[in-house]
Every structure is written in structure tokens, then in C-alpha cells.
């Protein structure tokens, strides 16, 4: 019932069910509400003259009241017992006021209860209607209105039990805290899930244990054999030039070496993890025709048509899907360097400055592209223009490499180090069941 009005039947508002030793009553007819005023820098000091100025949710800190500034001009004033509650900018901190006096600023309102309420239940409820309070808000500032607050629904009980009330909910407060820490942890591990998962099956993929290996399946010895002269072949053939620093790694009395520059050295230290073995470890460039980075200067090219132009944020983070919702365009003249790393099927792109390690596999049939200089394009050898090595540089030791190999502030990654990372290669044949089993799991972890 409102003034002389009719009562009407507010059951549509009443949020939940209360014990018949309680009621509901609006905020307002249990407290007043003191709105402040603020002062012009020249009637207040932060030398300790005169009562405290609080000025908004910067005053209010881990449920203590931090004053910095006094004034001697005060006009809204809030007493010993009222409720601080911030109502424009950070809406929403509460305090109960334990100072004698002091003036606020408009950011605070002051609650102040009128008869038997206890004061600490009062803020108890208003932590609660905070949010609704904001939302009611009409201005495009974050902010509390005072006419929310008096029209706000509030369950009043008994006084004593109201004392009951907030003394079991500080028996409590420590371990909702406990709880809502242990929540926060659970959900950043429920969002990370799928990802963890995914690089855990990708690992287990690249060490051999994904899928069970076949004795009858030829060892990886022979397509590395394979490799090599296949990549000898296009040397001959003048298509593509000699490795700087041929790499050949080989087993000899249980241990792994490596020939290079005509010298032998044992590499067991340097390697991450054991294989099967059926397996072989080669280095990453051993895989690949050509390692090596885009041109500069590409802006004078930039055009509304054209062709592509991949950039490090056509590339993703953990994946090697090419993100392609914004294409930058060139026109290209036919003689211009940077039609060197014009991009073919099968090539992989590698960000090597700023988030390195960032992929993007160039799929079949993609339009004429190019890149620039932040991106390095990986082309492998026919045999291994498939999504095994892809897969291997999104999993956690390749990220581990890319990370010992940076160098300078700027996070930048030489090409040669790209060549450098140590590859386990499994039996061909083995190589694609496994491509097979990553392909089933990696559907099902996306509809996690």
C-alpha cells in the first residue's frame, strides 16, 4: 500500500519465499538516504585540517576507509553508523562508517538506518541488490539511483535474528571466499580444457604414442632415405640449393649422433623425449625445400584488389588454420622481389617477430599470395607435404623451442633456428594412422 492508495499486489515482484516472522518492506522505509556534494579543490587539504572528505570507491579499500583528504566546509555529512555505498563511477563498495563525521563527495550515498535494523544486515542485503540496482540504472554512466534504492524490496527479519544472520555469515565469509577462489580456478580449468587436451593428444602423437605401432610397417629409416634423395635430386636439378649445414642423425651403441660438417657428436643430451624404435629424429629443415621469410616494403603494393597479402593475423596461435576475415590486397609487378615467397599449396607460414610461433598452412587450391618479412613460409619436401609437422609445431616442446630461441626485446626468431628443431618421424605408414586418430579427436575436443 502506498499514501492513502489502494494496496496492490506486488506477488510478481517479491524475489523468494521469507519465514512468516518476516517481512517485506521497501528499502526506503527503513532508512534515509544522505547524497553528497563535491568540493572545489580550494575548500578542502590533505594536511589534516578539519573532518575527512570521501570522495568515492577510492576511499574505500579491503573493507577499510583510507583518508587522504579534509575540509573545514562541510555540508554532507555522513555519521558513525551510516553505510558508505558508492553510487556513480565504481558502483558498489560498502563501508560502514566508524568515523565520528565526515562530508562525501556525489560519488557516495550514505545509508542510514531508522529503527530497530541492525546496520550490519542492511549492508549485508544491499551486497546483494547491487547488481539490480545498476542495471536499473537509465543513465549511460554506471551509477545508483536514489529512487532504487528507497523503491528496493527488502526481507526484514526479527531484529535478533538479523544479528544471528550476519554473525553465521561471518562464520561463513572465509570460506565462501575459499570456495569462490576454488569456482574461479575451475572454470579457468574448464575453459582451458579443450586446448590442455588438445596439446596433450598432439604430444603423445609426436612421441609415439597415439597409436600402436605396427612391426610389419616399413621403419621411418626408409622414408628419411626416401627424403634425402628426393631432396638431392632437386639440388642436381638446381630447384632448390644445399643446406648451409647438412644434418644426417643416426643410432650407433643405443645412442643418437649427429654428422654435420664432416663431424660426428653425440646429440642424447638434446633430445626431448624417447621414440619407438621404428622411429628416426632428423632436423626440420632435412623436411624442406626452401626456409625463408617474406620481403619488405609491401605498402606501396596495397590495393582494393589483387593478390593476397598474409600478415601475422591471418595466422592463429593454436592452430595452423589461416584466419582470413580480413585480407589485405596487392598489386604485385611480375619482377618485384617479393614474388619470391610466392605462396604454393603446402607451404607453412611461421611468425618469427613479436607472438612467435604463430602458423597458418597454405591449403589447396589458395589464390595468389604473399608474404612480408614478420613471416617465415616453410616448404617441405613432396613426401612430407602432409599435416604431420604442422601438428608437431603447435604441440608444448615446440612451443618451448620458439621460446629458447628468441633473441632480442622485440621476440624475434631467426630463420635458421626454424631449421634446427629436432623432428621425431614415424613410419610412413604409421605416419598417417596417426594423422588419422588426430583428425577423429581433434573433432570430438570441438564440440567440448
Not at 356 to 363: D, E, Y
Request: with cysteine; proline share 5%.
Amino acid at each position: 500500500k502506498i499514501g492513502k492508495n489502494e494496496p496492490v499486489c506486488i506477488a510478481d515482484e517479491v524475489p523468494f519465499d521469507i519465514p512468516e516472522s518476516w517481512e517485506w518492506v521497501r528499502l526506503g522505509s527503513v532508512i534515509e538516504l544522505q547524497s553528497g556534494q563535491d568540493m572545489t579543490p580550494d575548500k578542502y587539504n590533505s594536511n589534516g585540517q578539519g573532518i575527512p572528505y570521501i570522495t568515492g570507491a577510492s576511499n574505500i579499500e579491503n573493507g577499510k576507509l583510507l583518508i587522504n583528504r579534509w575540509t573545514d566546509y562541510g555540508r554532507a555529512f555522513a555519521y558513525s553508523g551510516d553505510i558508505l555505498l558508492t553510487c556513480k563511477g565504481t558502483v558498489g563498495a560498502m563501508i560502514i562508517l566508524q568515523e565520528s563525521k565526515v562530508h562525501i563527495a556525489r560519488q557516495i550515498m550514505a545509508v542510514r538506518p531508522i529503527g530497530e535494523v541492525y546496520v550490519p544486515y542492511i549492508k549485508l542485503v544491499l551486497e546483494t541488490l547491487v547488481e539490480n540496482l545498476r542495471a536499473a540504472a537509465k543513465s549511460m554512466i554506471p551509477g545508483i539511483a536514489r529512487e532504487d534504492v528507497f523503491q528496493s524490496l527488502f526481507p526484514i527479519p526479527p531484529f535478533d535474528e538479523q544479528h544471528r544472520i550476519v554473525h553465521r555469515f561471518l562464520d561463513i565469509e572465509p570460506l565462501l571466499e575459499l570456495y569462490t577462489v576454488a569456482d574461479t580456478k575451475l572454470i579457468s580449468l574448464n575453459a582451458a580444457f579443450p586446448e590442455t587436451l588438445k596439446k596433450s593428444i598432439l604430444q603423445e602423437a609426436v612421441q609415439g604414442k597415439l597409436v600402436p605401432q605396427d612391426p610389419n610397417d616399413e621403419p621411418a629409416s626408409v622414408l628419411l632415405e626416401r627424403i634425402r634423395a628426393e631432396k638431392e635430386q632437386l639440388i642436381k636439378e638446381g630447384k632448390i640449393k644445399r643446406d648451409k649445414h647438412e644434418s644426417v642423425i643416426f643410432r650407433r651403441d643405443n645412442s643418437y649422433y649427429e654428422k654435420m660438417n664432416g663431424i660426428e657428436r653425440c646429440i642424447d643430451d638434446e633430445l626431448p623425449f624417447e621414440i619407438p624404435e621404428s622411429w628416426e629424429w632428423c632436423r626440420l629443415k632435412s623436411l624442406t625445400e626452401n626456409i625463408t621469410s617474406g620481403s619488405r616494403d609491401w605498402a606501396k603494393y596495397y590495393s582494393t584488389t589483387g593478390a593476397a597479402f598474409l600478415r601475422m593475423g591471418n595466422l592463429s596461435k593454436n592452430s595452423f588454420d589461416l584466419r582470413l576475415e580480413y585480407i589485405q590486397r596487392v598489386s604485385i609487378p611480375s619482377k618485384a622481389e617479393g614474388t619470391r615467397t610466392s605462396l604454393q599449396s603446402g607451404d607453412l607460414l611461421f611468425s618469427i617477430t613479436g607472438d612467435v610461433g604463430m602458423l597458418g598452412l597454405i591449403p589447396d587450391g589458395f589464390e595468389e599470395a604473399y608474404i612480408n618479412q614478420h613471416t617465415a613460409m616453410i616448404r617441405f619436401l613432396p613426401e612430407m607435404r602432409n599435416k604431420y609437422i604442422p601438428y608437431l609445431l603447435l604441440t608444448d616442446y615446440a612451443q618451448k623451442f620458439y621460446n629458447a630461441n628468441q633473441h632480442g626485446i622485440k621476440n624475434s626468431f631467426r630463420l635458421d633456428s626454424i631449421g634446427e628443431l629436432l623432428v621425431s618421424i614415424p613410419p610412413e605408414k604409421e605416419l598417417f594412422r596417426i594423422l588419422q586418430r588426430i583428425s577423429l579427436v581433434l573433432s570430438k575436443i570441438a564440440v567440448l
